[in-house]
């Protein structure tokens, strides 16, 4: 039984704070896209010749979806890991299928959101420092929250998937670093300019 002294309630600070982290991203890439759109405003991001939100709010990737701004879809979707978020720290109990469906967004998110990094730097050509910061704390929080949601059961009581869990728990930040590696090296590759060294 999961009480507010519970390991549950340290992943749900977790939760609500990278949420929050990301919503207000998300909340900033739709303000600016739209005083862009609407006053031609240059996006606050727009600092130099690699670093442009506004080249990439223009792109068609960041209108993938039904035509509409992808940071729409950052605003009402990053609402969900800040009142999950919450909701542990109140010692809440979710159904299995509610916390396999809250897995399965994350992860479609963490995929969507390497897809945008793939554009942005190897076609777009320009970097969205708001963006990057979304790809940087969804990475953060998903892996984590993946081994923590098996070991505790929530994905499923099998013994092979709470095993899988609590032996993993403590080597997420592998697939955090190889993400930031190859962010990083990629980003180096396509904007040696970016780099003095």
């Not at 031609?40 to 130099?48: F, L, V």
């Not at 899988?164 to 997420?172: D, V």
């Amino acid at each position: 039984m999961n009480t507010p002294q519970s390991p549950a309630r340290g992943m749900g600070w977790f939760l609500t704070i990278t949420g929050l982290v990301l919503w207000f991203a998300a909340y900033t890439l739709t303000r600016e896209g739209y005083l862009l759109a609407t006053q031609g405003i240059t996006p606050s991001c727009d600092i130099n010749p690699f670093f442009s939100c506004g080249d990439v709010m223009q792109s068609w990737q960041a209108t993938v979806f039904f035509g509409a701004p992808n940071q729409l879809y950052g605003v009402a979707g990053y609402v969900i890991p800040v009142v999950v978020g919450i909701a542990l720290i109140q010692g809440a109990k979710f159904a299995r299928w509610f916390w396999v469906l809250f897995t399965v967004g994350m992860f479609a998110a963490w995929v969507f959101l390497m897809w945008l990094f793939y554009h942005a730097v190897f076609v777009i050509g320009f970097l969205c420092l708001y963006c990057m910061v979304a790809w940087a704390v969804h990475t953060i929080v998903f892996w984590p929250w993946l081994s923590w949601a098996m070991s505790r059961g929530l994905l499923g009581r099998g013994s092979g998937i709470v095993t899988l869990g609590r032996s993993t728990l403590s080597f997420t930040w592998i697939p955090i670093a190889v993400t930031f590696a190859v962010i990083t090296i990629s980003i180096r590759v396509q904007f040696p300019l970016l780099f003095p060294f």
